[in-house]
């Protein structure tokens, strides 16, 4: 055992990221997070047989040197009886999001162009208008479910306008994209579930194919067309790596966006007096983000491989091992972060995880800091005595991509809500 590690007693649960299974665990993962880092925070966990990675510098080495080829190939699915699945793997093989370099490099510098921050800065004014139309209608009635009148709708929005699709699509997008999210954010897959997420790929696919052909005879904007157009130095995408890539990016900027509205919303309201804070220096609200990205990651963990034998704070991780890098507990590393399980808006040296790090840190993080500061402000200015309605927490299963169901709030009502 190494010095950092303490000593487990009788009573203690076997230690193991397989508790984030358990509806308590999942309302309030910290503490075990906490036992991991005091524990072992380089720990084998014999129920998932996966390396689980607490501690933020260990967090930090993983994603900067690991490996993200993860998701195995159509034909080691086959190979192990689950041919049915390798429609799925033919996608994820293609997406950034599971490549290293060299191939990783190519594709994210060509989709990489249409996000750069002074590209998405100038969405500002219209995610404005967006979130206001949002609002207009729930004002007047005092009370609203933070999650499917604003979290939810505002992203789906943003990413159909950013894909150049119709806006009218958003809820088949948004189905899409929930669906394919269980395979991004759990570890435990429910073999029933199986079908329908063959479908969703399916969908996607076909959906994402007529949108390509339809742009080679009408050109327009949007992601598609960039990802389309896209070229260095002669190269391309083809056309099943912009089908792959589209995908990635419509479920990275919903769900977790999602989150980050309503638990950023979530933990102010858990925290009057920062609320107070905010509310009366709306000039906090860049901090405060960064400081809601730290203390609720709407992206909890991810995983690499270990690309040698490699030495991790004193244990010895063999080569193609499976490592769960746990940013919502590096967040949360006492070491890293002072009082890390307090909520202070004004944080300084807040380098947090929530977006990654390294190769495959974000490329979606201009935007999504644009739209959780655009709709933090709007719910501050336009909902005075903001409140939770007392009604117990119901958080989502997939517990990688933390989020709440519904976030029941009432507000003193507006009988003219117009925007400011
Ligand atoms: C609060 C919102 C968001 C959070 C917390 C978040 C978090 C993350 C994290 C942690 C990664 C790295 C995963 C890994 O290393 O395994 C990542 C990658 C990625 N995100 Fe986001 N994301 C958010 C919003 C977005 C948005 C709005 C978009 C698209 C517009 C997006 C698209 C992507 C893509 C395409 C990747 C893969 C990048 C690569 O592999 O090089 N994300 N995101």
Request: hydrophobic share 40%; proline share 8%; glycine share 4%.
């Amino acid at each position: 055992m190494s010095a950092g590690r303490a000593a487990a007693t009788r009573h203690d649960p076997p230690l193991s990221l397989y508790h984030l299974l358990e509806p308590d665990v999942v309302a309030d993962p910290y503490p075990l997070y906490h036992r991991l880092q005091a524990e072992d925070p380089v720990h084998w966990d014999r129920f998932l047989h996966v390396w689980v990675v607490t501690r933020y510098w260990d967090v930090v080495r993983v994603l900067h040197d690991f490996s993200a080829e993860r998701t195995p190939t159509p034909d080691q699915l086959t190979a192990m009886g689950l041919a049915d699945l390798s429609p799925i793997a033919q996608v994820m093989v293609k997406q950034m999001l599971f490549m290293d370099a060299p191939t990783h490099t190519r594709i994210r510098g060509l989709a990489a162009q249409a996000f750069s921050p002074a590209r998405v800065e100038v969405l500002r004014g219209h995610i404005r208008e967006i979130t206001d139309r949002l609002l207009d209608p729930v004002l007047p009635t005092g009370r609203m479910d933070v999650i499917a009148d604003l979290a939810e709708p505002l992203p789906c929005i943003v990413t159909a306008e950013m894909l150049g699709v119709p806006v009218e699509d958003r809820r088949r997008l948004k189905a899409w994209s929930e669906d394919f999210a269980e395979m991004l954010g759990s570890f435990q897959h429910n073999p029933d579930r199986a079908p329908q997420i063959l479908r969703a790929v399916e969908e996607m696919t076909d959906y994402f194919r007529s949108a390509m052909q339809d742009r080679r005879a009408r050109p327009r904007e949007g992601l598609i067309s960039e990802l389309m157009d896209a070229r260095i130095q002669g190269d391309r995408l083809t056309e099943e790596e912009v089908i792959a890539n589209c995908i990635v990016t419509m479920v990275g900027g919903q769900e977790t966006t999602t989150n980050l509205i309503g638990n950023g919303i979530l933990s102010l309201l858990r925290h009057p007096h920062e609320l107070a804070k905010l509310r009366s220096d709306l000039s906090l609200i860049p901090s405060a983000v960064e400081e809601l990205l730290r203390y609720e990651s709407p992206i909890q963990h991810t995983g690499r491989l270990a690309p040698a034998d490699v030495e991790l704070a004193g244990r010895q991780i063999r080569r193609r091992q499976a490592v769960i890098a746990v940013m919502g507990a590096a967040n949360r590393d006492p070491e890293r972060f002072p009082d890390p399980d307090r909520l202070d808006i004004t944080r300084q040296d807040n380098r947090h995880l929530a977006f990654g790090y390294a190769a495959h840190f974000c490329f979606g993080a201009p935007l999504a800091r644009i739209e959780g500061q655009i709709a933090l402000e709007a719910v501050l200015r336009r909902m005075p005595d903001l409140a939770l309605e007392p009604a117990p927490l119901v958080w989502r299963a997939n517990h990688g991509l933390r989020g709440l169901k519904t976030l029941p709030v009432t507000f003193k009502a507006d009988a003219h809500p117009s925007a400011p």
